[in-house]
Nanobody, 123 residues
Framework: VQLQASGGGLVQAGGSARLSCAAP????????VGWFRQAPGKDREFVAT????????HYADGVKGRFTITRDNAQNMVSLQMWTLKPEDTAVYYC?????????????????WGQGTQVTVSS
């Protein structure tokens, strides 16, 4: 299953960026979707997740209040809007489709992963 993540790039600290993830309808519409990130030399970590309806979201503590995850099931698209970016947000960001309707921060719950998109925040 191919997930297409896009929208990364180079951003100045304090700036914003928007990531998008497109997935096939058959793997998307009834499943939660999450965003994870991996910085150089670190483990992949949870960022945000949204349930299949889009009504419930969860965020990692470090991004609460700065990131917003949304989904458009008609377009098979999930987005991650990021504001007030910090250099520590620099990472490769991955979208992933869960095996469940409700999202979690556990990587093991996610079946399909995108190829990742680089976000670099300069100080």
């Amino acid at each position: 299953v191919q997930l297409q993540a896009s929208g990364g790039g180079l951003v100045q600290a304090g700036g914003s960026a928007r990531l998008s993830c497109a997935a096939p309808r058959r793997t998307f519409s009834n499943n939660a979707v999450g965003w994870f990130r991996q910085a150089p030399g670190k483990d992949r970590e949870f960022v945000a997740t949204i349930n299949w309806r889009g009504g419930t979201t969860h965020y990692a503590d470090g991004v609460k209040g700065r990131f917003t995850i949304t989904r458009d099931n008609a377009q098979n698209m999930v987005s991650l809007q990021m504001w007030t970016l910090k250099p520590e947000d620099t990472a490769v960001y991955y979208c992933a489709v869960s095996r469940y309707a409700t999202g979690s921060g556990d990587r093991q719950d996610y079946l399909y992963w995108g190829q990742g998109t680089q976000v670099t925040v300069s100080s």
